[in-house]
């Protein structure tokens, strides 16, 4: 049966869309949220006048840049007839996407190398040359590494031999499904190359498969317990909270690979927060609402299960944020049910914010406000590309080569696929987020209000296990590290030799390893804490699974799944992960 359309919600609709047309036609902020969000048109006239102001530093780089570009001319052309000098600009030897012989030994492509090279120098010897305020700052660094990136001769048909020699081996079908998934990427993709093939990995299956139930499901989150794994638990019972701006199954990936199965099978009753992708219905939710509805339910539902006093919580990225102002937010009630807190890859003191400073200024949220206005949320796709383009590189442009230039597939790989499902954001908690604290540093600052109280890091005298990852892009551990000195109890720092996410799937491996201190006080500085740190050759889930231990209880059986209260409603993974 074919359903036809009303007529009349088709006119509601057209006449919607053309008042908001004409709305953001008349409202500056609109227009400039559409055409620049990022506000980078500020500091690129920042640049300009400081060029403008100071020439002749200009001057002589572009020289320097035109003498170069002669030498590597020189050198490119002594290849031609069998020499071997090098150029100008000296070329690292590990880069992989340069691993073809043909970087070396064509002087075609050598010659593009070393003409990228220089230009590389010269584009940030130019930009550090200006004096810029601290945003404007940032945000030119930010684009001369797109620039850089972007303009590799790796990434385009007419310098990549890799891409020529496969068209060749293939009689043309690699440059046909290329551009097959070009037109496919640009149509369906928003013009950004896939990094993983849908259907690959199911959630429930593949992802997020340890054994659980849904035991309790509010309008934001749904609460998994899972399927104890060993004959006794502790009785002290683990929390995780993970980040609503992903879906919680980074922390239950894959078998062998899940923070969750290594809990499970190390002894403790374990509870997820799996938290609802949301949609315009929550366009007024803020962070109080999270809070309540999100750690602080879950703890209410966890201690009526297990019947425990205490409650063990770990917590990641955003959702380590939270936890540790609901562990504040606690003890201004004079609640101590937190037992331990653990935090990953978390920041506290938003002063250094890393790469993310870029979009966290006071005129970039401003556009972003005007953005999510329409619709009363952040749409997915824009947190995803803010995250890709932190790591253009290996998100972007390698997915660029492979896919469009190759005509491959994209590899499967189970943390790709986890990142391509991602969620939106709530306008108001978005808001308040970046506000609070990005822009106003408010936690560390004891001036952050939840739900009534005043949040003091200090009186979180738990316990504490920080970790952090040493190539974070995210939560950069300078500052995650900033930021846990601002908790008043004991605190055990971890530093892990991967990224932000690599930083919580993290089982052991060979090539594991660890820095670790504890104590009430720990150095001012995070590079004397790393100076003073003993390394140990192991992942951090290894250190963590005694810690942890210590601080659970004695062993008992385990208790049942779910209770009168909170009935099982369905099986894990639940029905809000696989929300759209």
Not at 113 to 132: D, I, P, S, T, W
Not at 219 to 235: A, C, F, G, N, S
């Amino acid at each position: 049966m074919t359903r036809t359309s009303d007529p009349t919600s088709t006119l509601q609709r057209t006449a919607s869309g053309v008042v908001d047309g004409v709305r953001d036609l008349l409202d500056p902020g609109a227009l400039a949220a559409r055409i620049d969000p990022v506000a980078f048109g500020g500091a690129l006239g920042d640049v300009a006048k400081g060029l403008l102001s100071h020439p002749l530093p200009v001057a002589r780089r572009t020289a320097g840049l035109a003498a170069g570009s002669g030498r590597a001319a020189l050198a490119a052309l002594a290849r031609s007839v069998g020499g071997h000098g090098a150029g100008p600009a000296p070329l690292p030897d590990k880069d992989r996407r340069y691993a073809d012989p043909a970087w070396e030994g064509n002087a075609y492509y050598y010659l593009l190398r070393q003409q990228h090279a220089l230009f590389a120098e010269y584009l940030a010897a130019v930009a550090q040359g200006v004096e810029l305020p601290p945003v404007s700052r940032r945000k030119i660094d930010f684009l001369v590494q797109q620039a850089v990136e972007a303009t590799s001769p790796v990434n385009w048909p007419w310098s990549n031999p890799t891409m020529v020699k496969k068209a060749f081996e293939t009689g043309g079908q690699s440059l046909f499904r290329g551009g097959r998934n070009l037109l496919r990427d640009v149509v369906g993709g928003g013009g950004m190359p896939r990094q993983t093939t849908p259907g690959e990995f199911e959630v429930g299956k593949d992802l997020a498969a340890t054994p659980g139930v849904v035991v309790h499901r509010n309008r934001l989150m749904e609460l998994i317990q899972y399927k104890p794994q060993t004959e006794q638990v502790h009785e002290i019972p683990l929390l995780l909270s993970p980040p609503w701006i992903n879906k919680y199954y980074i922390m239950d990936l894959a078998p062998q690979k899940s923070l969750v199965e290594w809990a499970v099978q190390h002894g403790h009753t374990v509870f997820v927060i799996s938290y609802r992708n949301p949609d315009e219905s929550m366009r007024d939710v803020v962070m109080a609402d999270y809070m309540q509805d999100g750690p602080l339910a879950a703890l209410d539902v966890v201690q009526d299960i297990t019947g425990s006093d205490k409650v063990n919580v770990a917590a990641l990225c955003l959702g380590g944020t939270l936890a540790a102002a609901t562990a504040a937010w606690l003890a201004a009630r004079g609640d101590q049910r937190i037992n331990s807190i653990t935090l990953m890859n978390t920041l506290l003191d938003f002063s250094e914010p890393g790469r993310l400073g870029v979009f966290t200024d006071e005129t970039t949220v401003n556009r972003l406000e005007h953005t999510m206005r329409r619709t009363g949320y952040l749409p997915a796709s824009s947190m995803k590309t803010t995250f890709d383009l932190l790591r253009a590189t290996d998100l972007v442009w390698n997915y660029v080569i492979n896919d469009w230039l190759l005509g491959e597939e994209p590899a499967p790989f189970d943390m790709l696929a986890w990142n391509a499902d991602s969620t939106r954001m709530p306008a108001a908690m978005q808001t308040e987020y970046l506000r609070n604290l990005y822009l106003d540093n408010q936690l560390v600052e004891g001036k952050m209000e939840l739900a009534g109280e005043r949040l003091d890091l200090g009186a979180v005298t738990q316990d504490a296990y920080v970790v952090s990852a040493e190539a974070d892009h995210i939560a950069p551990w300078r500052s995650v590290y900033k930021g846990l000195r601002h908790l008043g109890g004991t605190v055990r720092f971890v530093l892990s030799n991967s990224g932000h996410i690599a930083g919580v799937v993290n089982p052991p491996s060979p090539k594991s390893k660890h820095w670790f201190g504890e104590g009430a006080d720990l150095p001012e500085s995070a590079d004397d804490w790393r100076d003073d740190a003993g390394e140990h050759r192991a992942s951090w889930w290894e250190d963590w699974s005694p810690w942890i231990g210590e601080r659970a209880g004695e062993k008992t059986d385990p208790p049942r799944l779910g209770s009168d209260s909170y009935p099982v409603l369905q099986a894990a993974p639940g029905s809000y992960v696989l929300g759209t």
